[in-house]
């Protein structure tokens, strides 16, 4: 079964929400700070949250965002892309986790990493440019459009650059370290195929989802234990254009509800 939905408007009250540390950001440090704080300067204040991957499964990312909700302006981190090495994953930035920032009206920060560890033969502890993302909290500080149009127009006018700078960043991080990183032909892949236009992003992003929504769809867990053999995909639409692709290992109908 596949059971649609759209979103037609978001209505929420903040609850159960962790309090969270203040931080001046004259002395700001974004891999030092908790995965979510407030930084103040003078009269600006705001709520800061921070992935560490762009892949929206890992980390419980959406807890951290959640937790800045009760301030009237937040921001969120998120690296566009995250290579582990070439005996780990490798993840890109999605379209669909934008579209859900820019509907709960969260500033993106795309950012990226420039230094890491070696553990075994995979690289940890990776940590941002940090003078990168005070840059973008600087000119957050001066925007008054809303975030919906911040992150459309760092899509279209930056993500190309960060991809370069992606590309040199792991170059030295691979000669540091010593780890054998993914083949930098797939960040040329990747910047190609969103080209400079949002609709190519979303097209792009939103194929590669669909596949991995089929495949969880055909996966059985042998470690489930469910009365009923009733997978079902969810594919839920926002009025931003935004596509979220779910699958349920078991679902119950009774009359008109599910």
Known sequence: MNITAKITGIEYQVKLINELKTFDFSNFEINESPTSCIIKENNFSFGLSKWVSPKRTRSYPYERVYNTLGNSKRVTIIP???DEGKKGDRDFIQWDTVSLMSLLDVFVIFAYYEKADKKDEKIT???FNNKYVLSKIKEIEQYHSSALHWNLHELNTNLHS???KVKTAYSKI???TGVKLHNPNGLDNFKDKIGKD????MSFSRGKAEKAHAREFVTIQPKESLSTLTKAKITITNYLGGQ??????EILIAKDKV
């Open 80 to 82: 566009i892309i995250k």
């Open 125 to 127: 502890n990776q940590q």
């Open 162 to 164: 960060i991809i370069d």
């Open 174 to 176: 691979e000669k540091t």
């Open 198 to 201: 949002v609709s190519l992003f």
């Open 244 to 249: 979220y692709f779910l699958t349920v290992d």
